[in-house]
């Protein structure tokens, strides 16, 4: 895969208007249950859970029926509705809580990089998605965003504030 999704999640203001418009590409409406990413709120931080795509996909691996798999050509982790039985591991075991189960198609839901043209990213003003070269991602930035963000919450967490 040559692209990726990238989360800044510093810079989400919590518009979720990169919710509505992921549910408006796949659902045709504005339902954020629908939506294949959301928009988690933490003592007013934001945080923008979507599919990392990761390398090596727990929820691949863990499929019992093979009905996860790779694109070999966009990198995007696939779902064979066909196979599909619908036992949900997919959900459990994503460390990012990024598959969804959408009851009103009933079957699971990930990220599927709007084949290569991520909605969310068009319509996120203040730049917290971006979809680049994998080339180009500062792996070190992204740690140190995500350390910043978990020690805020922790920080709070201590000082009695719910998390």
């Not at 692209?3 to 510093?10: G, I, S, W, Y």
């Not at 093979?66 to 696939?78: A, C, F, I, P, Q």
């Not at 036992?87 to 599927?112: L, N, Q």
């Not at 730049?127 to 740690?143: H, M, P, T």
């Amino acid at each position: 895969m040559s692209r990726a999704l990238v989360v800044e999640a510093e810079k989400c203001n919590g518009c979720r208007l990169c919710v509505k418009a992921c549910s408006l590409k796949h659902t045709g409406s504005e339902d954020p249950e629908r939506s294949r990413i959301q928009i988690h709120e933490f003592q007013g931080m934001f945080a923008p859970v979507v599919c990392q795509q990761c390398e090596d996909a727990p929820c691949i691996a863990a499929c019992p029926t093979n009905s996860r798999s790779r694109d070999e050509v966009t990198g995007k982790t696939d779902i064979d509705y066909g196979r599909c039985i619908l036992c949900k591991t997919c959900i459990a075991v994503c460390p990012f809580g990024a598959s969804r189960y959408d009851k009103a198609e009933k079957r699971v839901v990930t990220c599927d990089l709007c084949d290569g043209d991520p909605q969310c990213v068009r319509v996120c003003e203040p730049g917290a998605l971006k979809y680049v070269e994998k080339r180009d991602i500062n792996s070190s930035k992204q740690v140190e965003a995500a350390e910043k963000l978990f020690g805020a919450l922790v920080s709070r967490s201590r000082n009695g504030a719910k998390v």
